[in-house]
């Protein structure tokens, strides 16, 4: 069986997996698959989970906030700000929905941040106009 070679790659991780037979990911156009000496292509991959399976029958997932692939003479290489792969697809999801869970967090504290600094920049021109001061 032909086989590839997948690279992770992040900011601060790096990760090669040797002996892969397989990769199922999705990107804009939906789901598709690789095997070993596909042409080459490239994508942006969607926030979710892919998987992989190793040349001994194994799967894993492989969760991300999207990223991009590259695939090159048996070569796949995939970046992202971050990513985690298992073989347990149940801890991966609920590792996933968590990441997800608290980024939407922080998204909402720094709109909120933002809706405070909008605010008080406006009251700041509305007293600096009362004051008879012209921008």
């Known amino acids: 069986m ?3 070679t997948l690279h992770l790659q992040s900011a601060t991780q790096y990760t090669p997996i040797e002996r ?3 990769f ?3 990107d804009a156009s939906g789901s598709f698959g690789i095997l070993a000496d596909h042409m ?3 994508t942006a991959l ?3 989970l ?3 399976r190793l040349e ?3 799967w894993y997932y492989l969760a991300f ?3 991009v692939l590259y695939f090159v003479t048996n070569d796949l290489y995939i970046s992202s700000r971050r990513f985690l792969f298992d073989s347990d697809y149940q801890r991966i999801s609920e590792e996933l929905m968590q990441q997800l869970l608290e980024e939407e967090q922080s998204l909402q504290e720094i709109k909120n941040s933002l809706n405070q600094l909008e605010q008080g920049m406006f009251r700041r021109l509305w007293q600096m106009q009362r004051s008879g001061v012209h921008l």
């Open 2 to 4: 032909k086989v590839f």
């Open 20 to 22: 892969v037979v397989s």
């Open 50 to 52: 892919a998987r992989y």
């Open 65 to 67: 906030p999207g990223g």
């Open 46 to 48: 969607n926030y979710g």
């Open 24 to 26: 199922v990911g999705a």
């Open 56 to 58: 001994n029958g194994d």
């Open 40 to 42: 080459r292509m490239m």
